[in-house]
């Protein structure tokens, strides 16, 4: 008797917070080597980004999708604006944002990624989300139009897959912008992720987070992504840390490519897998 084949459905899984401190850009560098990752975004005014620059731009871009991860909260260029992600919220939602501070701000932040990496940013999303906030997401489109007309990046959809298993953090992280950035990005042809996987609430051993990882693995579909925070062991004070290094371990682990297997997925770049109009339903 033929043995049926198995499907195979693509998921990009991207690194965040490329650039805060050398843990991180450790973690990143280990797993893209392991072709476990297919992403990172980057905090170009991170305390490690001009020290952690230079390798990215010697990845293979088949391989590994670099992008911008706009920073309003923690390392914003101008301090002005730094916010905690509350804040953030409350200013968009009342319209108590300076609209030429922020453009200037993305516009630096794009600045400062391509002076480092010799080429745009494959993909653009936001430090705790910030980039689906009102005026955040408008004014950051309308740079990304600007700037690249002819090949725009991806933007990252915080949509929830249905049986990953969401608690309320996911449920909260989707409303907090999802559908209007979706509308607004699908309205000029920006390229999203289908789903965002991933989300928790960063406690637990590495056991408990392999069993999590399981669980959204099992629940993703084609053009999906998963997002992590993956980290080597650092001095930098990171409250964190520990969970990084949880999610470093299990996604280093030999067993982690067994689990792809058996679940029927490949890790992919976003930028590889996607269509203009062919994901986000």
Known sequence: MQATLKSTRSLAICVDDFGLHPGVNAGVQRLAAQGRISATSCLVNGP??????????????????????LDLTEHPCDVRLRLPVSGWIAAAWLGRVSRDDLRKEIELQLDR???????????????????????????????????????????????????????????????????????????HGIVQNRHL??????????????????????????????????????????????????ECQVLANKDFGTMLEDKGLRIAPLSRIAAPGGLGG
């Open 48 to 69: 490690s980004w001009a020290a952690g620059a230079p390798a990215l731009r010697a990845v293979d871009l088949q391989a590994l999708d670099v992008g911008l991860h």
């Open 113 to 187: 990624f391509e002076d480092a990496m010799g080429r745009p940013p494959s993909h653009v999303d936001g430090h705790e989300h910030v980039h689906q906030f009102p005026v955040v997401r408008e004014l950051l489109i309308d740079s990304l139009l600007l700037r690249y007309p002819k090949q725009l990046p991806w933007l990252r959809s915080t949509k929830r897959a249905p049986g990953a298993g969401n608690g309320a953090k996911a449920m909260l992280i989707e409303t907090l912008g999802c559908a209007a950035t979706a509308r607004l990005a699908r309205s």
């Open 197 to 246: 996987l991933g989300v928790y609430d960063f406690q637990g051993t590495a056991a408990q987070y392999e069993l999590r990882l399981a669980r959204w693995l099992a629940a993703a579909r084609e053009g999906d992504l998963l997002m992590c925070h993956a980290a080597e062991s650092t001095t930098h004070a990171d409250p964190l840390l520990a969970a990084r290094l949880n």
